[in-house]
Nanobody, 118 residues
Framework: QVQLVESGGGLVQAGGSLRLSCAAS????????MAWFRQAPGKEREFVAA????????YYADSVRGRFTISRDNAKNTVALQMNSLKPQDTAVYYC???????????WGQGTQVTVSS
């Protein structure tokens, strides 16, 4: 099993930056694909970005590509989401998620709030 804890959320003005971090427990972190999802008030949870277990492949939602960067450090059991040029529509609770390779995202963190003011 994997336990995930997010941090780094907060309030930022439009155009600003935030860096989210997700710390994972467990000895097998390096065997999991990792991702970030977000859920805005009144909306469904949506995919933001993902990174393969090896770090060799990254994937982004069209709405964040070019502004957000996902990365991981398997030695530290962490995954990060660097968010630049933030927009008010990026306001949401951001969740870290993990899955076994090519599986479904089974493990979820508790979420961290990101609020972007205009």
């Amino acid at each position: 099993q994997v336990q995930l804890v997010e941090s780094g959320g907060g309030l930022v003005q439009a155009g600003g930056s935030l860096r989210l971090s997700c710390a994972a427990s467990g000895r097998t972190f390096s065997t999991y694909d990792m991702a970030w999802f977000r859920q805005a008030p009144g909306k469904e949870r949506e995919f933001v970005a993902a990174i393969r277990w090896s770090g060799g492949g990254t994937y982004y939602a069209d709405s964040v590509r070019g502004r957000f960067t996902i990365s991981r450090d398997n030695a530290k059991n962490t995954v990060a989401l660097q968010m630049n040029s933030l927009k008010p529509q990026d306001t949401a609770v951001y969740y870290c998620a993990a899955r076994r390779v090519n599986g479904v995202y089974t493990y979820w963190g508790q979420g961290t709030q990101v609020t972007v003011s205009s």
